[in-house]
């Protein structure tokens, strides 16, 4: 009976043992491997949380890039050989009326859409929205990509599908403001401007470092009425390139797109000067290259 029992604190002993050595393993950065296999690990139940979230936003964009940059982790995705623009764009449901008169009591879901300068003005686009009693759900930063890259890829008309937001705000052309092929830009702006179809928006032109020739009209023409803010006219500071605003350029920047947000544009919002600054960064932050990713 006695040796019974023994056998029995025995077994339960190593029992315990086993699986405690297989929980520290699971959770170790080192890896065993027995007669040419590897013993699997156990998951950590977070990182399966961030692995399928970031799966969700590779299934719903599907695009053709290798690689995709985003704020936390990077989403490898096979090549496709579909060259071919997604004309569909959601239908999303909004009470907003052209022309609107302001409606403080409207909190918005906004997504930004831009090249470098979206990526310098995030921040401070934040800080107004979450004073403002919107949310700034998600911002394309596209570096070195230009209205033709805009035009042509169906991903603005995914990630508007999957955001669901109820107010963009478009800013981009910093990187083509010394184009003088006017038809072109004109062409791939009306192109763009349909991939917004049924959201409200706001269209702002790029800050202007050098002579805008013909990229700042070319936006306006393709734009709504009163729903294009053209930057070639302000001074601002510069960042240390000469081209991107400096960080208190960008605050100037937006603080006369808010001003024109709440009094002038064709779908007006509350807009206020925030109460302070730093509000915490909630949004999802996609970033792209256009030498890496060109979109179409």
């Known amino acids: 009976m006695k040796s019974n029992r023994g ?27 027995i007669g040419g296999f590897e013993l699997k690990k156990i998951v950590n139940s977070t990182v399966d949380q961030v692995s399928v979230e970031d799966q969700i936003l590779a299934e719903s964009i ?14 490898r995705l096979a090549d496709s050989k579909s060259d071919s623009i997604v004309d569909e764009i959601v239908s999303l449901p909004t009470s907003l009326k052209a022309d609107s008169s302001l409606n403080d009591s409207t909190h918005h879901r906004i997504l930004l859409l831009g090249d470098s300068e979206a990526g310098g003005i995030k921040n401070v686009l934040n800080d107004y929205c979450l004073s403002n009693g919107h949310k700034l ?10 209205s033709v890259n ?43 401007q349909k991939r917004l179809r049924k959201v409200p928006y706001a269209w702002i032109g790029p800050t202007n470092w050098g002579q805008d020739f013909v990229v700042t009209d070319a936006f306006r023409a393709a734009a ?12 601002l500071p510069k960042s240390s390139d000469g081209r ?48 890496e990713f060109r979109g179409y």
């Open 224 to 235: 709504d009425s009163a729903a294009f803010f053209s930057s070639k006219s302000l001074a």
């Open 244 to 291: 991107h605003p400096s960080l208190s350029g960008y605050r100037i920047w937006m603080a006369n797109i808010a001003n024109w947000l709440q009094t002038s544009a064709r779908w007006k919002m509350k807009m206020l000067p925030p109460n302070r600054t730093g509000y915490p960064r909630k949004f999802k932050s996609i970033v792209f290259n256009a030498a």
């Open 150 to 192: 805009f035009a042509k890829a169906d991903t603005i008309s995914k990630l508007i599908a999957r955001y669901k937001p109820t107010y963009v705000i478009v800013l981009f052309g910093l990187n083509e403001v010394l184009a003088r092929d006017g038809a072109n830009r004109r062409a791939m702006a009306k192109l763009f």
């Open 7 to 33: 056998y029995l604190v025995w077994a339960g002993l190593c029992f315990i043992v086993v699986n405690a050595l297989l929980f520290i393993y699971g959770y170790s950065p080192y890896n065993f491997t």
């Open 137 to 146: 759900v998600a911002t394309l930063e596209w570096y070195s990509a230009t």
């Open 62 to 75: 599907k695009i053709d890039s290798p690689k995709i940059a985003l704020k936390d982790t990077v989403v």
